[in-house]
């Protein structure tokens, strides 16, 4: 059988350690001994652990900037209503995928700094799906298929951050289930588009 390619081998082991240990303790050295490969080989694919985290987000979990960017780029598609569910759904889903991976980051302040020096290196971050988010939001706007008075970074914050907090927020109720993330999404999308829709 043939071997993948050691990018992907990478990308596969990288993915793994860091939802199994965290961010944190997912060192390079244990990520190119998962991969089967040299520290070096990793090193001349990914410049830093900054780096291959950004690709692990997104390569391996659902895409989410992609869609935010299509949108912005196409607004008047399809309803709003319709686009705004899809992304829900996709945040839901990748807060509840990224979250177990980056939330060793804020058990250690030093490493969370450089972390957020290296993202905003590459210009990268959380915030990027926020901006993204705004911008199609204020695109929708311009149409007219969204209030002229929303505001539309309130908006996306609010979306956003509600499907961030579905990530964790429901490991201690007496289920331990988050919401099932269609339902969550249809919720969620219905109660924004009250206070921001024409």
């Known amino acids: 059988m043939q071997q993948k390619p050691a990018r992907v081998r990478i990308l596969d082991a990288a993915h793994e350690l860091m939802l199994t240990v965290g961010l944190a303790r997912a060192t390079t050295k244990e990520i190119a001994k998962a991969a089967d490969c040299s520290e070096a080989a990793l090193y001349k694919y990914f410049a830093s652990k ?15 900037t992609p869609l935010l960017r299509s949108l912005a780029a196409e607004p008047g598609g399809n309803a709003v209503e319709e686009n705004l569910t899809e992304i829900a759904r996709q945040a839901a889903l990748f807060y509840e995928q990224s979250f177990p991976i ?58 956003l951050g509600a499907c961030a907090q579905r990530a964790f927020a429901y490991d201690a109720t ?22 921001i829709a024409v």
């Open 174 to 195: 007496h289920t331990g289930e988050r919401p099932p993330v269609d339902d969550f999404a249809r919720r969620l999308t219905t109660t924004l588009l009250a206070g």
């Open 50 to 64: 900054e780096e291959l985290f950004i690709r692990v987000l997104r390569e391996r979990l659902p895409r989410l």
């Open 102 to 159: 980056a939330a060793s980051l804020y058990a250690e302040t030093q490493l969370k700094r450089r972390h957020d020096e290296a993202m905003r290196q590459i210009g990268s971050g959380p915030h990027m799906p926020i901006e993204e988010l705004d911008a199609y939001l204020r695109a929708e706007q311009a149409l007219g298929r969204i209030s002229a008075h929303a505001d539309t970074f309130a908006a996306a914050s609010l979306l």
